[in-house]
């Protein structure tokens, strides 16, 4: 028994051992640059047979490390095939952590191609001498003709964040209806029902700085009369995108090419956002005070969770930070700080120096977090005499000093007359 005890640790710590040479590596590869690949756009879609089909392919690092020399490159399978051998490969160069890129590849539609789903495979790696990452992307070619008579129609469309900020991520969600209130209609003495089918829905940006991060839906099934769908798109805009309102076109295939449709999808981006302003004077007395401020949320909708952390050289505040919570649209909020000052502050209050106060206001629009920092503000450290007024009291006894000096002198001069 003594034997396999003295057997058993040996393996145990060998194992162990083992087990983090496997560990090791997965850590790092996290920590590493890692790319993420997406068909953000199909042009036309679905691909039309005999013709060219513009492809837009967009990569992501989604890892800890920038990508040194990030390639993409198209695997054309039946029914796609390039014009060139040249035209598969497409060089990112550089690619910070966050960061995404896109490359257009054009592919011709063989002309005997069938209609239906098709593959095409897509390879990308992060450097020169990184090995190859390969994903398989279905893409439609063709449409198919249903004698359904309902007739998709976008109903509603909403975004979250409602307004987004540069370098914002977020959700477009669109509401589907079909149209229809009978569930048949007589058609030149036919009769046809009113089922609405999507068969594919894709949402593209129309301008820069607009990503959209999901492939098309596909296949969503059959709405009745008056039955809704909602779909919903993952977008992100980037960090240098200008304020105003940009366009999406929001691209639908239903029963058949007559009952197609393209829709505007309207997107707000604006940078405006909290704004905190000393509502008093900025002075501390006696080592103590109190400091007002207002909070303004001058965004065009409401951010959650605004919090204001005062900092400064040798004071202390109560609360550390002031957590207000949800703010709406223009909403306006008073908070107060306690002010107290250190040892080491009162220790130098004789020079009476201005003291520099920095505020952070964090706040979340949508799934986005944001900090502002509101510098260049003072806090004047002041001393007053408690009791009074130090202005007042000091000429008052020297009034009192002068009278009595003066009732003696009077005495003096007195009594020498007689």
């Known amino acids: 028994m003594i034997k396999i005890k003295s057997l058993l640790v040996p393996l145990v710590l060998s194992l162990l051992l083992v087990s983090s040479f496997f560990v090791a590596p997965a850590s790092a590869s996290v920590r590493g640059a890692n790319l993420k690949v997406t068909i953000v756009e199909t042009n036309p879609y679905p691909a039309k047979i005999g013709e060219y089909l ?38 990112v160069g550089v690619l910070n952590p966050g960061r995404t890129a896109t490359k257009e590849f054009y592919l011709f539609v063989d002309k005997n191609a069938q209609k239906g789903i098709r593959s095409i495979d897509i390879r990308t790696k992060t450097g020169k001498d990184s090995p190859w990452s390969e994903k398989s992307f279905d893409i439609r070619i063709g449409t198919e003709t249903f004698n359904s008579k309902g007739t998709v129609e976008l109903k509603e469309v909403t975004s979250d964040p409602e307004v987004f900020m540069p370098g914002d991520r977020g959700t477009v969600t669109v509401t589907l209806t079909n149209t229809a209130s009978n569930p048949t209609i007589t058609i030149d003495g036919s009769d046809f029902d009113t089922n609405a089918r999507i068969q594919a829905a894709v949402l593209r940006p129309l301008s820069d700085g607009i990503i959209v991060l999901d492939a098309p839906y596909e296949d969503m099934g059959i709405l009745g009369p008056g039955d809704s ?73 409401e951010f959650s969770s605004v919090s204001i952390k005062p900092e400064a050289e040798g004071i202390k505040f109560y609360p550390a930070e002031y957590f207000i919570g949800p703010m709406n649209q223009d909403e306006l909020f008073t908070i107060e700080f306690n002010a107290v000052t250190d040892n080491l502050s009162n220790a130098r209050r004789d020079s ?56 003696l002198v009077y005495r003096k001069k007195k009594q020498n007359r007689k």
């Open 54 to 91: 513009n492809l837009t392919v967009q990569v992501e690092n989604i890892g800890g490390d920038k990508a040194d020399n990030v390639d993409i490159e198209v695997v054309p399978q039946y029914p796609f095939s390039l014009d060139s051998e040249a035209n598969a490969l497409r060089n």
């Open 229 to 301: 769908i909602k779909l919903t798109f993952n977008v992100k805009v980037a960090e240098d995108t200008p304020e105003g309102t940009h366009n999406l076109e929001l691209a639908i295939e239903g029963n058949s090419f007559d009952y197609n449709s393209r829709k505007n999808i309207p997107l707000k981006v604006d940078s405006s956002n909290v704004k905190v302003i000393p509502s008093k004077e900025l002075q501390i007395v006696n080592g103590e005070s109190t400091l007002e401020f207002d909070v303004a949320n001058t965004h065009p909708n």
């Open 352 to 407: 009476y120096e201005p003291i520099n106060l920095t505020l952070s206001a964090n706040y979340g629009n949508g799934i986005n977090k944001h900090e502002n920092i509101v510098s260049n503000m003072y806090i004047q450290p002041t001393d007053e005499i408690q009791g009074g007024s130090s202005g007042i009291l000091i000429p008052g006894l020297l009034l009192v000093v002068i009278a009595i000096a003066g009732m």
